[in-house]
């Protein structure tokens, strides 16, 4: 390739990017016009969150829980976040990759509430690896990319979001969410369990000796305030804000010895017998 075409080709990525840019901040202009010619009312914002919050579904994955320090660390999850903004309205909000390069994305999560001009956001990097079983992995699939930054970027893309939010909103939704989850299930308790260790065993690998041994009393003397803390705990995994390793004695399996060949073909005979059996 001559200097030719890579002034030319430069150009064009120039002219391209410029492009974006200005359509951007175009976008951007006509949003703030729309917030300014058409402002909330928050009152009416406060009541729909309220209503939304009333909802079992969403009160369910309402709220995440961590350890640190010593203590637990409780607050409101990406998922209640993200209906809050939707339903305060005026508010622009996401994670955009801006650049790749080496290896690594470098991603900003932001939160834009367009009334107020009142901006939060976060830059960080994300390594195209993931860890595996087999070790560390690397990622070349444009869409396992994407995910990838999206799950590292959703803790900060809540903060953003929490930032631009007055917190008695934020408070009031998080207190409704806890009232809804207290009255809303109609199913039995001991249902209820059964479904959350089920979920807990698929998706983590969390036995009941291992829920049980972290609230130090067995499963059929669980309360409801014991069942919401279960399901606390499995939006907090799910959400990424902890690992099960946080909450629970996370034994680490030993690989089993290599049968030898008696040993094999003793239960080879026995399977033979059944099966004729």
């Not at 107020?116 to 993931?130: A, L, P, S």
């Not at 279960?230 to 089993?256: C, N, P, W, Y």
Request: charged residues 30%; hydrophobic residues 35%; proline residues 3%.
């Amino acid at each position: 390739m001559n200097n030719l075409q890579l002034q030319y080709e430069s150009q064009e990525m120039s002219v391209n990017a410029h492009s974006v840019k200005s359509r951007e901040m175009a976008e951007v202009q006509s949003q703030i016009f729309l917030a300014k010619q058409f402002p909330r009312n928050e009152m009416q914002a406060e009541m729909k969150i309220l209503d939304a919050c009333k909802r079992l579904r969403l009160a369910e994955t309402a709220l995440y829980q961590y350890p640190k320090g010593g203590q637990k660390v409780t607050g409101p999850s990406i998922r209640l976040a993200e209906t809050i903004a939707r339903y305060w309205g005026n508010i622009n909000y996401g994670i955009k990759e801006l650049e790749q390069r080496n290896g690594e994305s470098t991603v900003v999560a932001y939160a834009w509430d367009m009334e107020t001009n009142t901006r939060q956001e976060k830059v960080f990097q994300v390594k195209h690896q993931i860890y595996t079983k087999q070790g560390m992995r690397s990622l070349t699939d444009p869409r396992d990319i994407y995910e990838l930054a999206a799950n590292y970027g959703a803790r900060r893309l809540r903060a953003c979001i929490l930032g631009v939010i007055p917190g008695d909103v934020i408070d009031n939704a998080v207190e409704q969410c806890a009232r809804t989850l207290e009255t809303g299930y109609q199913e039995p308790l001991k249902d209820r369990l059964v479904k959350a260790l089920a979920w807990l065993k698929e998706n983590y690998g969390i036995t009941q000796e291992m829920v049980e041994d972290n609230f130090t009393y067995k499963v059929d003397s669980f309360t409801q305030q014991d069942f919401l803390k279960l399901k606390t705990i499995s939006q907090s995994l799910k959400d990424g804000m902890a690992k099960r390793e946080d909450f629970f004695k996370v034994k680490t399996e030993k690989a089993e010895a290599p049968k030898n060949s008696l040993e094999q073909q003793f239960k080879g005979g026995e399977q033979n017998a059944a099966e004729q059996g």
